[in-house]
């Protein structure tokens, strides 16, 4: 962890942007959003420092360190978990299992929101199909064989 403090006026400021979900002096705890097209991008081959750039976030306020490490530390959470291994867990996990039962509404909550998330995967899956058997069509068309 850095040794560099933010402000109030500096927490202000990146409390500002979209992609920023919470600041203290010490982090900024970025939005899951963020967090997956920051992994898409940085795939494509995008640099992290340019990502955290078109972002609108500011490069030189934040720290290349912190920005450095972010990106590590989600680009390993990612292949281990997927898109849940890239989610702040600090609220839901506080690392001692809940004692008490879970409401019929909290029981419901729980599985409409892994619902969602397990549709959106879907979703992601199914257009990564798409656009490889297309990748494979045109490749067949360009070479009239089969690759």
Known sequence: MTKRYFTRKEQK????????????????????????????????????????????LDVELIGIKRIESSGKRWRAAYPKAGVEGLQDTRKTNSGRPSERELTLEEKLKRLEAKNRLLEAENELLKKLDLLERQMLKKNKNRYGTKV
């Open 13 to 56: 400021q990146l409390k500002c942007n979209p992609n920023v979900q919470a600041v203290s002096e010490k982090a900024i705890t970025y939005t899951d959003e963020f967090k997956r097209h920051f992994i898409a991008e940085n795939e494509k081959g995008k640099l992290p420092r340019e990502i955290f750039e078109t972002a609108g």
